[in-house]
């Protein structure tokens, strides 16, 4: 059974930092694409950022270009999402996937497995 946890949402204001984290479980990890979604209240869930199976490829929303990082463990089976310059335009429940292939991508439904979201809340 393939389980995808996120941490490390929270309040924060404008202009700060934070980082989150999402481990993986059920499934052979290093294999598959991860990426970030966010879905902002009474809107639909839009992608935030994307990474290949090894890491070296990445994509970005222009959105949070510049500003977010994705990268990857492949030994801990985990992938963080590291957010600066934060906005409160970014507030959103965040949602960790795992993708169908290997590839970065930026469709929902390229996306096999979802988690169950952290709260990131940003205040002006």
């Known amino acids: 059974q393939v389980q995808l946890v996120e941490s490390g949402g929270g309040l924060v204001q404008a202009g700060g930092s934070l980082r989150l984290s999402c481990a993986a479980s059920?499934?052979?990890?290093?294999?598959?694409?991860m990426g970030w979604f966010r879905q902002a209240p009474g809107k639909e869930r839009k992608f935030v950022a994307s990474i290949n199976w090894s890491g070296g490829s990445t994509i970005y929303a222009d959105s949070v270009k510049g500003r977010f990082t994705i990268s990857r463990d492949n030994v801990k089976n985990t992938v963080d999402l590291q957010m600066n310059s934060l906005k409160p335009e970014d507030t959103a429940v965040y949602y960790c996937?795992?993708?169908?292939?290997?590839?970065?991508?930026?469709?929902?439904?390229?996306?096999?497995?979802w988690g169950q979201g952290t709260q990131v809340t940003v205040s002006s």
């Open positions: 996937a795992s993708g169908r292939w290997s590839t970065v991508d930026t469709g929902r439904d390229l996306y096999a497995y």
């Open positions: 059920g499934r052979t990890f290093r294999s598959y694409g």
